[in-house]
């Protein structure tokens, strides 16, 4: 399998500006993409796929938005490059769940026949289930469990904030929430600018930020190159 799973979209670059090498080399040639813009809910579906084809034409990949196509499970069939963006998870689990193309994309990846880019929402979907997004469930997915590309569920955007006279919980305790009732999975908290890129079995984080690991009651700070999975 190969996948590039990004934590975010935007930078004071530009969209997806800061991950435009990775993704060159994640395409490996390839040349046509289909998106995924299930995940918006507040931009239309049209105006988010012109976004992304204008984002990656500068990297000679020429994208076609699944809502446009006549048969989606023949879409998702025929994709080489299967690119699921951000916005939000519940919406996207649910949309795609509904047209049952949950296994076909999962299947589809892991053969090797297509490589996947996701970035927020995208990058949740391609973990075991979807229960640490960051996204309010405004839709019921009817489950959420997810693609299961990867063995750990990841948290994108981030960031353990602490700010003076705010009550409410710190990222790092809705975590611990997870990972109290869910011990034996490993949560990795990726900060915004940094993204995992999988090959095969072997895992590495790129980015500029230290990402955190997440398991039981332990967590630990981990910085760019090889990803070992938590044990």
């Known amino acids: 399998m190969d996948l590039l799973l990004l934590s975010n979209s935007t930078s004071d670059e530009g969209y997806l500006v800061h991950a435009r090498q990775a993704i060159e080399s994640l395409a490996d040639g390839r040349t046509h993409a289909l998106f995924v813009p299930y995940a918006g809910v507040t931009r239309d579906w049209d105006g988010y796929a012109a976004q992304v084809r204008e984002a990656l034409a500068p990297a000679g990949i020429a994208v ?3 809502h446009e196509q006549a048969d989606p499970q023949a879409a998702v069939a ?5 690119v699921v963006g951000g916005g939000n998870t519940f919406r996207l689990l649910q949309v795609l769940r509904q047209q049952g193309l949950l296994a076909p994309i999962a299947a589809r ?12 929402a995208g990058s949740n979907l391609a973990a075991p289930t979807i229960r640490t997004t960051n996204d309010m469930p405004v839709v019921d997915p009817g489950g ?3 693609l299961g590309l990867v063995p750990f569920q990841i948290n994108p955007h981030y960031y ?7 009550r409410g919980e710190t990222r790092d305790q809705r975590l611990a929430e997870f990972t109290t009732l869910s011990p034996d999975t490993p949560v990795l908290g990726l900060p915004e600018g940094d993204w995992v ?9 790129h980015g ?13 700070d ?3 190159g090889p990803l070992a999975l938590p044990a």
Do not use: C, K, M, Q
Request: net charge positive; no cysteine.
């Open 78 to 82: 025929a994709a080489t490059l299967i």
């Open 144 to 146: 959420f469990d997810a």
């Open 197 to 205: 890129r999988v090959s095969g079995n072997a895992f590495a984080l």
């Open 64 to 66: 076609a938005s699944l």
């Open 109 to 120: 990846v892991r053969s090797g026949a297509a490589r996947y880019i996701g970035w927020s």
């Open 208 to 220: 500029p930020h230290a990402a955190r690991w997440f398991l039981g009651e332990r967590r630990w």
């Open 222 to 224: 981990v910085t760019a």
């Open 160 to 166: 353990n904030v602490e700010i003076e006279g705010f």
